[in-house]
């Protein structure tokens, strides 16, 4: 046994067993690969050359000489955010506590109106002016060339159904039972 711990399992170590032992390197090439630390790790007493398309979970090799080929993180200065934060700490304290009660359970409303499902040959230039109420707009089309067609929302007109399938027409007739 060895007093560094023993040197077995997956991953790739290369460790110094014992101290008069020599430091050991690794050269790992993966032309046309990922070099993967994964969980199991990289470990290498001495230096190490990678050379791959990529190399992936980087945080997970560890090296006692020097490094060649392996990604490094650094880390953001947050010296800025530090002082962003105390300054909004410092605005919120000197804010008198809202009186009475806050409803912060209550629901938002979003309102959304759709303008139009594209279509049309793009001939009439003219855009909706805001006096138009929605039910005096222009009726759009649709290309009749595409694999996706819209034919109704909801029930169906009598000329919207003829434009079904056969089968299409079944499936429609047994959802609406």
């Known amino acids: 046994m060895t007093p560094y711990g023993p040197a077995s399992g997956s991953g790739i170590a290369v460790l110094r067993a014992l101290p008069d032992a020599p430091l050991s390197n690794v050269d790992l090439i993966?032309?046309?690969?990922?070099?993967?630390a994964g969980d199991a790790g990289i470990?290498?007493?001495?230096?190490?050359?990678?050379?791959?398309?990529?190399?992936?979970?980087?945080?997970?090799?560890?090296?006692?000489?020097?490094?060649?080929?392996?990604?490094?993180?650094?880390?953001?200065?947050?010296?800025a955010l530090t002082t962003a934060s105390n300054t909004a700490g410092a605005t919120q304290a000197t804010v008198p506590a809202a009186?009475?009660?806050?409803?912060?359970?209550?629901?938002?409303?979003?309102?959304?109106?759709v303008v139009g499902y594209g279509g049309g040959d793009g001939s009439d230039t003219r855009g909706p002016s805001n006096e138009q109420s929605p039910g005096n707009r222009a009726p759009r089309s649709y290309n009749l060339n595409s694999p996706v067609q819209?034919?109704?929302?909801?029930?169906?007109?009598?000329?919207?159904?003829?434009?079904?399938?056969?089968?299409?027409?079944?499936?429609?007739?047994d959802a609406l039972r």
Do not use: H
């Open 30 to 36: 993966a032309f046309e690969g990922v070099v993967n």
């Open 99 to 113: 009186t009475g009660s806050t409803n912060n359970n209550q629901a938002s409303i979003i309102i959304v109106e």
């Open 43 to 79: 470990r290498v007493s001495g230096n190490i050359n990678l050379a791959a398309v990529a190399v992936i979970n980087a945080s997970n090799i560890t090296v006692g000489g020097t490094a060649t080929g392996v990604p490094t993180i650094t880390a953001p200065n947050i010296g």
């Open 150 to 173: 819209v034919i109704g929302s909801g029930d169906l007109t009598a000329a919207q159904k003829q434009q079904l399938t056969a089968p299409e027409q079944k499936n429609y007739d």
